[in-house]
């Protein structure tokens, strides 16, 4: 292993990558600037450095083995740190400046995100953040691999935290919203009974808040919308709910900003099993760079404001 070590070079792990995601050879050389020839010589002299046979050739292309995949993963993953090093010292160099890449969930997008941004950006204006919008099953993954430095959101459940650190920073509940003048829009009182029959966009099934609500519905008896549509997209979701006769359903940071603008309604029936924290999620042991650790703070600061003008507001 150790003489694997010291004979493994940046270039081998990086053409391992572009492999994996090319899925052949003449892509992988063009992404390196490399001919394919190179390609396949330097993939020999890897394949015979490690002792193992890396990728399986197929009509299509080119497949890993569990080798390949499993130094694929290590490769990204070293990548990606020496990309974090170089961030690193550059900030430590110019303290008003920095990179970070931050994983979104739609909980936190609406204004616990947006708030710290533009507040930490006026102490540190050279910063650059990379924002990613998904979902858990996709973000916990990417900020394992070092691809991401934080993840903002909604906390995961206990099943997906392994080898991640939570910290919750404010109470969230997901909230029932139609375009404004939607006929139930128009009632006072309503039950989740009422709701079936409509037109729903709901999260995805992978996901936990959809996981949540699946709950809220069998907990009064009754079967979850089945035929929905499945989006995390905010502009599809908003202008299906403005434009047509649909039920969705908002973090109510989302749902209050959409009220306020006119546009949404929120339904008054209750979604209590979707009752969950929104929070920092990082990599166990991970070492943060100063802009990380200072954005940190920050959504610290802007979430105990967004919940003060919370209870002011109740």
Request: proline share 4%.
């Amino acid at each position: 292993m150790k003489l694997l070590a010291s004979r493994l070079k940046i270039r081998h792990l990086r053409m391992v990558v572009a492999i994996v995601d090319e899925g052949n050879l003449v892509g992988a050389a063009k992404r390196l600037n490399m001919t394919q020839s190179a390609v396949t010589k330097a993939l020999q002299e890897l394949e015979a450095l490690t002792g193992s046979k890396l990728f399986d050739r197929t009509n299509r292309g080119v497949v890993a083995t569990i080798f390949g995949e499993t130094l694929a993963e290590h490769a990204r993953f070293i990548i990606t740190q020496l990309t974090h090093a170089e961030e690193h010292l550059a900030d430590l160099r110019d303290g008003t400046g920095g990179r970070i890449a931050i994983g979104t969930l739609l909980s936190a997008s609406a204004e616990l995100l947006p708030g710290a941004i533009a507040r930490l950006r006026r102490e540190r204006p050279r910063i650059v953040i990379r924002i990613v919008e998904g979902t858990g099953d996709v973000l916990v993954p990417a900020l394992r691999s070092g691809e991401l430095d934080l993840v903002v959101g909604r906390l995961s459940e206990h099943r997906e935290r392994q080898d991640v650190i939570q910290e919750t920073l404010m109470d969230d509940m997901a909230c029932v919203v139609a375009r404004r003048g939607h006929p139930l829009a128009e009632r006072d009182k309503l039950a989740l009974t009422d709701l079936i029959g409509w037109d729903w966009i709901l999260p995805p099934q992978e996901t936990s808040l959809r996981r949540q609500i699946d709950i809220a519905f069998r907990q009064e008896g009754l079967e979850p919308p089945a035929h929905a549509v499945e989006s995390v997209s905010l502009l599809t979701n908003r202008g299906l709910l403005v434009n047509a006769d649909y039920l969705g359903v908002l973090p109510v940071q989302a749902a209050r900003r959409e009220t306020a603008s006119g546009v949404m309604s929120i339904l008054p029936v209750s979604l209590g099993a979707t009752s969950r924290s929104i929070g920092i999620t990082t990599r166990a042991n991970a070492r943060l760079s100063p802009a990380a650790k200072e954005l940190i703070e920050t959504l610290r600061l802007v979430a105990a404001d967004l919940t003060t003008a919370g209870l002011q507001s109740g």
